[in-house]
């Protein structure tokens, strides 16, 4: 009989966010496009595509991107669901595999004439015909160097994956800022936005704590969230509790904790650094407000997403809201057909 925890309880992250949330008003129909045109690929076994599709990816664009258009929003939509296509088919594979698949992925994206045949260029190719409808250049080469900085990351994530090895605090937070894909998530909201910051705005210290602040509140939450699932998948290597517990030589509970306080220390970062960003001219300066909020719009939307969706909690999400108790769920073991994908 194991003797480690069988529940541990979550630090109250919605109490300690200031930031407001909204839900995008073309959801259910831009939703409903992007999931079929998704589905119509195949890519996933039975088994994965219900996952899919009790995930909400299209839930989550309605919170990250409530200020979207309807053909913005649609995009968005397709991103996330054309993410979790990619994420699906490399997360079994070893780091030479997932690297291939990261190659497609950004090819596709990058170059017009790219074509190799594969359902996941096909797929990646069309959604970029739709994003460039509506993006900015800078945006639009910023997004592609997200895109390069992402697959390898994804990569690394599975050549630690193969070693078992678990990385220190430090180097965790730098390659989850990017295998997690919120960094390349962010850099969609300028094309939500419709407006395209130049680089000096975007590469100026203050601007980069306040978008990697929230970056950072978004993976440290999604890890605290998604580690029940995780660990009962034996996938617990990528996840910033488990980095805690090896690194800081915490107990569940106490890594549980640390992401708590962590994550209130992170939001007092983010509020110093808006106080101290400078003036580029009214037109830039509204500019900035409008990205600002874009990142405070993701952290709290995703919050409010974890506890819509049945992705971390199942069933009882309403209940782990209301009472922050999580109960472990058994190891369990996968069947023939999820091993093959």
Same mark, same amino acid.
């Given at each position: 009989?194991?003797?480690?925890?069988?529940?541990?309880?979550?630090?109250?992250?919605?109490?300690?966010?200031?930031?407001?949330?909204?839900?995008?008003?073309?959801?259910?129909?831009?939703?409903?496009?992007?999931?079929?045109?998704?589905?119509?690929?195949?890519?996933?076994?039975?088994?994965?595509?219900?996952?899919?599709?009790?995930?909400?990816?299209?839930?989550?664009?309605?919170?990250?991107?409530?200020?979207?258009?309807?053909?913005?929003?649609?995009?968005?939509?397709?991103?996330?669901?054309?993410?979790?296509?990619?994420?699906?088919?490399?997360?079994?594979?070893?780091?030479?595999?997932?690297?291939?698949?990261?190659?497609?992925?950004?090819?596709?994206?990058?170059?017009?004439?790219?074509?190799?045949?594969?359902?996941?260029?096909?797929?990646?190719?069309?959604?970029?015909?739709?994003?460039?409808?509506?993006?900015?250049?800078?945006?639009?080469?910023?997004?592609?160097?997200?895109?390069?900085?992402?697959?390898?990351?994804?990569?690394?994530?599975?050549?630690?994956?193969?070693?078992?090895?678990?990385?220190?605090?430090?180097?965790?937070?730098?390659?989850?800022?990017?295998?997690?894909?919120?960094?390349?998530?962010? $850099?969609? +909201?300028? &094309?939500?936005?419709?407006?395209?910051?130049?680089?000096?705005?975007?590469? %100026?210290? /203050?601007?980069? !704590?306040?978008?990697?602040?929230?970056?950072?509140?978004?993976?440290?939450?999604?890890?605290?969230?998604?580690?029940?699932?995780?660990?009962?998948?034996?996938?617990?290597?990528?996840?910033?509790?488990?980095?805690?517990?090896?690194?800081?030589?915490?107990?569940?509970? $106490?890594? +549980?904790? &640390?992401?708590?306080?962590?994550?209130?220390?992170?939001?007092?970062?983010? %509020?110093? /650094?808006?106080? !101290?960003?400078?003036?580029?001219?009214?037109?830039?300066?509204?500019?900035?407000?409008?990205?600002?909020?874009?990142?405070?719009?993701?952290?709290?939307?995703?919050?409010?997403?974890?506890?819509?969706?049945?992705?971390?909690?199942?069933?009882?999400?309403?209940?782990?809201?209301?009472?922050?108790?999580?109960?472990?769920?058994?190891?369990?073991?996968?069947?023939?057909?999820?091993?093959?994908?």
């Amino acid at each position: 009989m194991s003797s480690g925890p069988s529940s541990f309880i979550l630090p109250d992250l919605h109490v300690v966010t200031p930031f407001k949330g909204s839900f995008n008003p073309h959801y259910a129909e831009a939703a409903a496009e992007s999931s079929a045109w998704a589905n119509s690929y195949n890519v996933f076994s039975d088994a994965k595509r219900a996952f899919f599709l009790q995930a909400g990816s299209e839930l989550l664009c309605a919170h990250a991107y409530p200020y979207a258009d309807y053909q913005r929003f649609r995009t968005t939509c397709d991103f996330v669901n054309l993410l979790f296509a990619v994420d699906e088919i490399s997360d079994d594979q070893d780091g030479k595999g997932a690297h291939a698949t990261g190659l497609t992925f950004y090819r596709a994206m990058s170059d017009p004439s790219f074509d190799d045949g594969s359902v996941l260029c096909t797929m990646t190719k069309e959604f970029t015909a739709r994003l460039l409808k509506h993006c900015g250049p800078l945006t639009y080469r910023r997004f592609i160097k997200h895109c390069r900085d992402y697959i390898e990351a994804v990569a690394t994530e599975a050549e630690l994956r193969e070693r078992g090895e678990v990385l220190n605090l430090d180097a965790y937070q730098l390659l989850r800022r990017e295998n997690s894909a919120v960094r390349f998530c962010f $850099g969609l +909201a300028g &094309y939500a936005l419709g407006i395209d910051l130049p680089d000096e705005v975007v590469e %100026h210290p /203050a601007f980069m !704590t306040m978008h990697l602040s929230t970056v950072d509140m978004v993976c440290w939450s999604n890890d605290l969230y998604s580690y029940n699932m995780e660990q009962a998948m034996g996938h617990t290597g990528n996840n910033v509790m488990t980095v805690l517990m090896k690194d800081k030589n915490l107990d569940l509970q $106490g890594a +549980a904790d &640390y992401v708590g306080v962590h994550f209130k220390g992170l939001i007092d970062t983010f %509020h110093a /650094a808006k106080r !101290t960003l400078p003036s580029w001219g009214p037109k830039i300066d509204d500019e900035v407000a409008q990205y600002a909020m874009a990142m405070q719009t993701w952290v709290i939307g995703n919050l409010n997403w974890s506890f819509e969706t049945q992705r971390y909690f199942g069933h009882a999400r309403h209940e782990i809201r209301r009472t922050r108790v999580v109960h472990l769920t058994p190891r369990r073991v996968l069947d023939e057909s999820e091993e093959e994908d």
